[in-house]
């Protein structure tokens, strides 16, 4: 079982910075069983929960076209832990964040999820 812990998030005016960060624990070492994917998702009141940016173990990012240019992610394979930067922040960036990883083995994968951090930029 794996648990997911967020930090960072809060309020940040349009234009503004913020940085999340996501610790991943639980998951077993060896070559049987890793985390896949990592990254994350974000969703406001009445919307699906969308994907943001993800990456795997090939360190090759994947973003939403709403925020290229703007977010970066990263993940550090050794200490099981994602981030994000998020720079140009703009109104619609409002949500919560979910940290998101996939783990498990080649033949069993599974989906988790962390409990998520608001983030909200307003002047």
């Known amino acids: 079982q794996v648990q997911l812990v967020e930090s960072g998030g809060g309020l940040v005016q349009p234009g503004g910075s913020l940085s999340l960060s996501c610790a991943a624990s639980?998951?077993?070492?060896?070559?049987?069983?890793?985390?896949?994917?990592m990254g994350w998702y974000r969703q406001v009141p009445g919307k699906q929960r969308e994907l943001v940016a993800t990456?795997?173990?090939?360190?090759?990012?994947n973003y939403a076209d709403s925020v290229k240019g703007r977010f970066t992610i990263s993940r550090d394979n050794a200490k099981n832990t994602v981030d994000l930067q998020m720079n140009s922040l703009k109104p619609e960036d409002t949500a919560v964040y979910y940290c998101?990883?996939?783990?498990?083995?080649?033949?069993?994968?599974?989906?988790?999820w962390g409990q998520g951090t608001q983030v909200t930029v307003s002047s």
């Open positions: 998101h990883a996939i783990y498990g083995s080649s033949w069993k994968r599974d989906t988790y």
């Open positions: 639980g998951a077993a070492s060896g070559n049987t069983r890793k985390i896949y994917v």
């Open positions: 990456i795997g173990t090939g360190d090759i990012p």
